[in-house]
């Protein structure tokens, strides 16, 4: 089990959203780098990026808030966000970033991501962002008619390192992971699933350490970290704890 913590960039800055909602952001960190710094001081031992601008952009927007994070840690970093060419997975993964997201391509272009998946083993995952059980793409503005388990599959075998799944509609409002529909979905398929959107608590981190959870690489963590409502270090204490007992 793996606790990434988030840092979500909005014009160069370290924010949160509601419900993937640009217009419901709030700011807080004005140095993206510094609070990554921190994170990794608390413990962290990865760190999950988005770049808000450029998912709706459909190319990297924060390259230079992102650059200065890659020079600060020294910790895995994941991210996701306008990754939709071959040459942005490139780019990415040249300047030191150990896996790319791709979200809003994996439905529209799948193609790419087994190309780059097979390009690239093991450092490329697919983020799947359902609303009311259907994938949304373009930075969340728009809907599919696909399913997250419908889009998954398309990526059995083809080398994709994780699915990252995130419930749109508890995203930034503390109201626990959806862990039903993640472990739902982790078992359905062989590539390994991280969960997403509304974790609110050290609750949120007991579930995920429990047995019926075990199919599932980890959770990412935003708001609640931000705002006080999960101690790193107390999570991070039952995390380690749990892998030795393991």
């Not at 609303?131 to 398309?154: F, P």
Request: net charge negative.
């Amino acid at each position: 089990m793996i606790l990434f913590p988030a840092i979500d960039l909005k014009e160069g800055l370290a924010v949160r959203l509601e419900q993937g909602d640009m217009a419901r952001a709030t700011v807080f960190h004005r140095d993206p780098a510094a609070q990554a710094r921190a994170f990794e001081q608390q413990g962290f031992e990865y760190l999950h990026i988005v770049d808000l601008d450029g998912a709706f952009a459909g190319k990297p927007v924060n390259a230079g808030a992102v650059d200065r994070i890659l020079e600060t840690v020294g910790i895995p970093v994941q991210l996701g966000g306008g990754v939709r060419d071959m040459a942005t997975v490139e780019g990415w993964l040249a300047k030191g970033m150990t896996r790319v997201i791709i979200g809003t391509a994996a439905v529209r272009d799948p193609a790419f991501v087994k190309e780059a998946a097979k390009n690239f083993a093991g450092r490329v995952a697919v983020g799947l962002d359902a609303r009311d059980g259907k994938v949304a793409v373009q930075g969340w503005a728009e809907a599919s008619e696909l399913s997250a388990l419908d889009i998954a599959r398309r990526f059995e075998d083809a080398g994709v390192a994780a699915i990252i799944y995130t419930d749109i509609a508890r995203d930034g409002m503390l109201k626990g992971l959806n862990l039903d529909a993640t472990i739902a979905l982790a078992e359905a398929i062989s590539i390994p699933v991280i969960a997403s959107g509304g974790l609110a608590s050290i609750a949120d981190i007991q579930a995920m350490l429990e047995p019926r959870a075990k199919k599932l690489e980890g959770a990412i963590a935003g708001r609640a970290l931000y705002d006080g409502r999960l101690d790193p270090a107390e999570a991070l204490k039952m995390i380690r704890a749990a892998r030795k007992a393991a």
